[in-house]
């Protein structure tokens, strides 16, 4: 028969337990000079000193950063300003120039005009001081005659067109316009109709259509007449 054995019956306990106590005398003993010791007073102040150092350098640092921010904002309020400003000068401006581009032109057409005017007017006083009535003769003085009094006439009609186109030659003013004083002139007129009452109407009306009604009548009595 095989008989079992344990190992630990081979293990010798005594060199355990004596490798053990030589393990422990081989660790380091510490002294009390080897510990660390409280910071001096020397020490203390120098650590104060350096944190006070510190403390000045990131206060140095916080304000070049407001600083920096500061000029950032105003750097970017002025770019908005510019983009406000160049966004509405330039409606300004555009509106601007098409609005003097439109007057220019319309001086442009005025002064045309003006120009045109002077000439006809110039061309009708020259007409009218060619009319000589010494160089008439006995044989052709009433053909000359009419011929001047035509020439005339043609000067009246440029003056009187001048006039309606240049109220200043009536010492008006040249922007006043007919059309808008016609319209004065109707607004007026159909005020006054509006104050009349339904009779004073009527009768103002039958005023202006009894001459119709009395040629109706009379033809009217024709027709009988021919009939019979």
Do not use: Y
């Amino acid at each position: 028969m095989s008989s079992k054995f344990d190992e630990s019956d081979f293990v010798d306990r005594d060199l355990e337990v004596a490798q053990e106590s030589a393990d422990i005398s081989n660790e380091p003993v510490l002294h009390p000079a080897d510990s660390p010791h409280p910071p001096s007073q020397e020490e203390l102040t120098e650590r104060v000193s350096e944190t006070q150092q510190k403390l000045v350098e990131l206060k140095q640092m916080q304000e070049d950063l407001e600083r920096e921010r500061t000029e950032i904002e105003e750097s970017r309020r002025r770019r908005s300003e510019l983009s406000t400003g160049r966004e509405e000068m330039v409606q300004n401006l555009t509106r601007g120039v098409g609005i003097l581009e439109e007057a220019e032109l319309s001086k442009a057409r005025a002064a045309e005009q003006l120009s045109r005017t002077v000439a006809d007017l110039r061309n009708a006083l020259d007409k009218i001081n060619l009319i000589n009535e010494e160089d008439w003769t006995e044989e052709n003085w009433s053909v000359e005659l009419t011929k001047a009094l035509t020439t005339i006439e043609n000067s009246r009609m440029e003056w009187n067109s001048a006039r309606l186109k240049w109220p200043s030659l009536d010492g008006g003013s040249d922007d006043s316009n007919i059309t808008v004083e016609s319209q004065t002139v109707n607004k007026e007129a159909q005020a006054g109709l509006d104050q009349l009452n339904f009779w004073q109407q009527s009768k103002l009306g039958l005023a202006f259509t009894w001459p119709l009604v009395f040629v109706g009548v009379a033809i009217v009595i024709l027709l009988i007449l021919s009939i019979n």
